[in-house]
């Protein structure tokens, strides 16, 4: 029988510390039946009081690691069904595949492209972060070959897709110190794949048609030893596969059902048009997928997929923000132009860009608005002339501007009275979009 939130809470240490992320105790018990949050997430809960909760206190989808050391990630154990619930936890893993039937040098060469599939958006590093080499050939020696090209080359997670045991001892012959995903376990290999991933700690792919197949699956793994498993359903079609998804998610969160709780891996290949498998991997990465993985490998195919995946595991409490303080752009002297602009990540990575383009070395002040846009800010008033004039004053705007003038957003003109009279600066009104800056620090700050 289920344990209630009450029961759950007199095993817990009831000293309400907030290291869970739950103001309290009780709420934390509460989360933790409703299958919102892991008991894993208590860091003072006793061993004793954990096994006691037995089923109650795995985390509704198992957490799978894949890889070792710095070529790591993580997906699954996931608590909420929506975003806006609270967020998401463990980012999908994209993998890009290397097939076997490839020259040594076009697998080496493919690597390279992998590793290089890393982009920067509003401050944070997005990047490609699995190979998925594919056993085309059916040889495990070739296999093996290709694994070891790419486990050289390539610093990210591996899968190694194959039905054969044999090719995937060959390759793990080469690999298993990276603790690859074995793709995968079948109704008719899997005592022998899991065989293999419980002598190497590996996690593994099950793949079966439909849900119920993946079932039986997975409780023949699991009764084989194997803790991490990834699920694979073999669906066809968008329509089928979102509904997979969606439907193993609800069974583990909603009805704890135990077979289906584990992260999925979907599959995308090109079908003879180049952007299809981003625009699927993309609703997959929605909904529900753990790991997508795909034969796209052009920067604008997967920079999108990362832009989307990235959108998706942020924590929809809290807006994306830039360090508050001074930034500089090129090498300003005391004589560049001082910007003011809001923490809010898109905004300030607009303005950074604008100014940059201007090529007009320059500081930006950064004020913290708790991640809000310039109008947003002002009208919630975080972005005054009272919180300006007191990051001006924090972060010494004056070691930086000799001049004494900084520039305002355009759009907050109506405090550039009040705020000249409390800084004792002169304020100028800047544009009002950022589109305008590079004309306006070109014509006034570029001599
Ligand atoms: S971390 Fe543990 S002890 Fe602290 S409030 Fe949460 S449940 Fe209570």
């Given at each position: 029988?289920?344990?209630?939130?009450?029961?759950?809470?007199?095993l817990?240490?009831?000293?309400?510390?907030?290291?869970?992320?739950?103001?309290?105790?009780?709420a934390?018990?509460?989360?933790?039946?409703?299958?919102?949050?892991?008991?894993?997430?208590?860091?003072?809960?006793s061993?004793?009081?954990?096994?006691?909760?037995?089923a109650?206190?795995a985390?509704?989808?198992q957490l799978?690691?894949i890889?070792?050391g710095?070529?790591?990630?993580?997906?699954?154990?996931?608590?909420?069904?929506?975003?806006?619930?609270?967020?998401?936890?463990?980012?999908?893993?994209?993998?890009?595949?290397?097939?076997?039937?490839?020259?040594?040098?076009?697998?080496?060469a493919?690597?390279?492209?992998?590793?290089h599939?890393?982009?920067?958006?509003?401050?944070?590093?997005?990047a490609v972060?699995?190979?998925?080499?594919?056993?085309?050939?059916?040889d495990?020696?070739?296999?093996?070959?290709a694994v070891?090209?790419?486990?050289?080359k390539a610093p990210?997670?591996?899968?190694?897709?194959?039905?054969?045991?044999?090719?995937?001892?060959a390759?793990?012959?080469?690999?298993?110190?990276?603790?690859?995903?074995?793709?995968?376990a079948?109704?008719?290999?899997?005592q022998?794949?899991?065989?293999?991933?419980?002598?190497?700690?590996?996690?593994?792919v099950?793949?079966?048609?439909g849900l119920?197949?993946l079932t039986?699956?997975?409780q023949?793994?699991?009764?084989?030893g194997?803790?991490e498993?990834?699920?694979?359903?073999g669906?066809?079609?968008?329509?089928?596969t979102?509904?997979?998804?969606?439907k193993?998610?609800?069974y583990?969160?909603?009805?704890?059902?135990?077979?289906?709780?584990y992260?999925?891996?979907?599959?995308?290949?090109?079908?003879?048009?180049?952007?299809l498998?981003?625009?699927?991997a993309?609703?997959?990465?929605?909904?529900y997928?753990?790991?997508?993985?795909?034969?796209?490998?052009?920067?604008?195919?997967l920079?999108?997929?990362?832009?989307?995946r990235?959108?998706?595991?942020t924590d929809?409490?809290k807006?994306?923000?830039?360090?508050?303080?001074?930034?500089?752009?090129?090498e300003p002297?005391?004589?560049?132009?001082?910007?003011i602009?809001?923490n809010?990540?898109?905004?300030?990575?607009?303005?950074?860009?604008?100014?940059?383009?201007?090529k007009?070395?320059?500081?930006i002040?950064?004020?913290?608005?708790?991640?809000?846009?310039?109008?947003?800010?002002?009208?919630?008033?975080?972005?005054?002339?009272d919180q300006?004039?007191?990051?001006m004053?924090?972060?010494?705007?004056?070691?930086?501007?000799?001049?004494k003038k900084?520039?305002?957003?355009?759009?907050?003109?109506?405090?550039?009275g009040?705020?000249?009279?409390?800084?004792?600066?002169?304020?100028?009104?800047g544009?009002?979009?950022?589109?305008?800056?590079?004309?306006?620090?070109?014509?006034?700050?570029?001599?």
């Amino acid at each position: 029988m289920a344990l209630t939130g009450l029961d759950i809470y007199k095993l817990l240490p009831k000293t309400n510390c907030g290291e869970c992320k739950s103001p309290t105790c009780l709420a934390f018990a509460m989360r933790v039946a409703q299958k919102q949050a892991s008991i894993d997430q208590c860091p003072h809960v006793s061993a004793e009081s954990k096994e006691k909760l037995g089923a109650a206190s795995a985390p509704p989808i198992q957490l799978v690691t894949i890889g070792a050391g710095d070529f790591k990630i993580a997906i699954g154990n996931e608590t909420v069904l929506f975003r806006h619930e609270e967020t998401f936890h463990h980012p999908a893993g994209i993998a890009v595949t290397v097939s076997d039937k490839l020259s040594e040098a076009e697998i080496g060469a493919r690597a390279d492209k992998i590793v290089h599939l890393i982009f920067e958006r509003v401050g944070m590093k997005i990047a490609v972060d699995m190979a998925c080499i594919m056993n085309d050939s059916g040889d495990p020696a070739k296999f093996a070959a290709a694994v070891k090209i790419v486990a050289q080359k390539a610093p990210v997670a591996l899968i190694l897709a194959s039905d054969n045991p044999d090719s995937l001892k060959a390759a793990l012959e080469v690999c298993a110190d990276r603790r690859p995903l074995l793709c995968g376990a079948n109704a008719s290999n899997y005592q022998a794949v899991a065989a293999l991933a419980k002598e190497k700690n590996c996690p593994v792919v099950a793949r079966a048609k439909g849900l119920e197949a993946l079932t039986d699956l997975t409780q023949k793994i699991t009764a084989a030893g194997v803790k991490e498993i990834v699920l694979e359903s073999g669906a066809e079609g968008v329509r089928q596969t979102l509904e997979d998804l969606t439907k193993a998610r609800r069974y583990a969160l909603r009805k704890s059902f135990r077979p289906l709780g584990y992260p999925m891996l979907t599959c995308m290949m090109g079908d003879g048009d180049s952007f299809l498998p981003v625009l699927k991997a993309a609703a997959y990465i929605a909904k529900y997928a753990g790991i997508v993985v795909t034969d796209a490998i052009e920067p604008w195919q997967l920079m999108p997929l990362l832009t989307v995946r990235q959108n998706i595991y942020t924590d929809p409490r809290k807006p994306l923000q830039v360090e508050p303080g001074v930034h500089k752009i090129g090498e300003p002297g005391s004589k560049a132009p001082l910007l003011i602009t809001t923490n809010f990540s898109l905004t300030y990575y607009t303005v950074e860009g604008e100014v940059e383009g201007s090529k007009v070395a320059s500081n930006i002040l950064v004020v913290d608005t708790e991640g809000t846009s310039v109008l947003t800010a002002w009208a919630a008033e975080k972005f005054t002339t009272d919180q300006i004039a007191a990051a001006m004053n924090k972060y010494e705007v004056e070691a930086v501007a000799s001049h004494k003038k900084v520039i305002i957003p355009g759009l907050i003109a109506v405090e550039s009275g009040k705020l000249q009279e409390e800084s004792g600066w002169e304020v100028i009104v800047g544009p009002k979009e950022a589109s305008g800056i590079p004309s306006y620090l070109k014509a006034n700050w570029g001599g």
